[in-house]
């Protein structure tokens, strides 16, 4: 399992590491680039319905292998693309099957954690991280020896289709998804029923439990637009920040392995905190961390402070996904393919609006200044983190021998 999320990790960030070598070659603006990055936000919303429907009748296995090869096949098309169109063409078909995978890998995650009753998604997560670090050193390294993208991309995309092939056994079986209404939560809301609920005028009216089932999946899917932009800008533009602060072309990639190197660190370390200190108090730390870390290296102006701070933020941001898709598997009434669905789609809205917005404020008042917007998110996230992630409700231990194999 951890395979398909160090492979699916190896994916964007391959290619976003080396955004400054693109943004020359096809003399784009930041606006022009802006918009042209939300072509992977296009397509992953356009998948992500579909996908969360497929892992529900099919299960998340069959799903995640046919994504890792359509994502491994389609990614060297993003270095090859000549101009802004083809790359936002390009762009589109790699975030569709990108959201394929990163739904299908999540429930199956879910799947995992809901079988054995151990926390495991922040270290899926963190597996992830290492998977994106990797990236953007190879990215780094290939700039700098001259490797053409397009050669960088293809190889890299032959080993994300290759690795989930060889270890798609290894993953949960069996997970196709059910609504989920469950005994613990039914224990729960029974032990919050008032002594006369068998009076008839007690009888919650259906409209009224319809609002109560909807509204925590609203609110996570609205947070998880805000938890999409303050991990999306770090990634679209930190190599194009460091490349302006002076750093060679080679370097300025690292400004993404600074951020990544920051997002393994904290979700390596994300399940015991959460399990210590509850989910809303490490993403009310973490959001808050993202803040100082953005805010210090604007500060400061120097290409080593914006790298430390872009740490930080990366330690910060690196609680979100995980909480969030944790979150939406457990929410009752909805099903965990369709709870990672609706993470994935508003998380590809977040990262649809991020590009465009950041480059419109870059243009206006410079990328600098840009990043100040992403703290002022980041705060936002840290005062309603209680909103977003509720009490926790985990799900309930089970024997090990209880748990199917692949």
Not at 100 to 116: F, L, P, T
Not at 189 to 211: H, K, L, M
């Amino acid at each position: 399992m951890a395979v398909a999320f160090v492979a699916n990790g190896l994916g964007g960030p391959s290619f976003l590491a080396r955004l400054p070598e693109r943004q020359s070659d096809l003399g784009l603006s930041d606006t022009s680039l802006g918009l042209t990055l939300v072509g992977m936000a296009v397509g992953a919303m356009a998948a992500s319905p579909v996908a969360g429907g497929l892992v529900s009748r099919l299960g998340s296995r069959p799903v995640l292998v046919v994504a890792a090869g359509g994502l491994g096949a389609s990614l060297w098309t993003v270095g090859a693309a000549p101009n802004a169109p083809a790359l936002f063409a390009a762009l589109t078909v790699v975030g569709a099957t990108d959201a394929v995978m990163d739904i299908s890998m999540n429930a199956n995650g879910a799947a995992y954690e809901s079988r054995s009753g151990r926390s495991v998604m922040h270290g899926l997560h963190g597996t992830w991280s290492l998977g994106a670090l990797a990236a953007a050193g190879v990215a780094a390294a290939s700039a700098a020896a001259g490797v053409p993208l397009t050669a960088h991309l293809a190889l890299v995309g032959a080993v994300i289709a290759g690795s989930v092939l060889v270890t798609r056994r290894g993953l949960v079986g069996g997970d196709a998804d059910h609504t989920r209404v469950t005994g613990d939560h039914d224990a729960v809301d029974q032990a919050r029923v008032p002594a006369n609920a068998g009076a008839p005028d007690s009888t919650p009216e259906p409209a009224a439990a319809s609002r109560r089932l909807i509204r925590p999946i609203v609110v996570l899917a609205a947070a998880t637009v805000g938890g999409a932009i303050i991990e999306g800008a770090p990634s679209d533009w930190s190599a194009i920040q460091l490349e302006r602060m002076g750093v060679a072309p080679g370097v300025s990639a690292l400004g993404f392995a600074a951020f990544m190197a920051g997002m393994v660190g904290g979700r390596f370390a994300g399940d015991r905190l959460t399990d210590r200190f509850g989910g809303a108090l490490v993403l009310r730390g973490g959001t808050a961390l993202v803040a100082a870390g953005l805010v210090m290296g604007i500060a400061v102006n120097h290409p080593a402070a914006f790298a430390i701070g872009l740490t930080l933020a990366g330690l910060g941001a690196s609680g979100f996904f995980p909480l969030a898709f944790s979150a939406a598997a457990r929410t009752e009434g909805v099903s965990p393919g369709s709870g990672a669905a609706t993470v994935s789609f508003a998380a590809r809205l977040g990262f649809m609006v991020e590009p465009v917005l950041v480059g419109a404020v870059a243009d206006l008042v410079g990328l600098r200044w840009a990043f100040g917007l992403v703290a002022v998110v980041a705060l936002v996230l840290a005062a309603t983190a209680p909103r977003i992630i509720p009490g926790p409700c985990p799900p309930a231990p089970v024997r090990l021998a209880d748990v199917r194999e692949p």
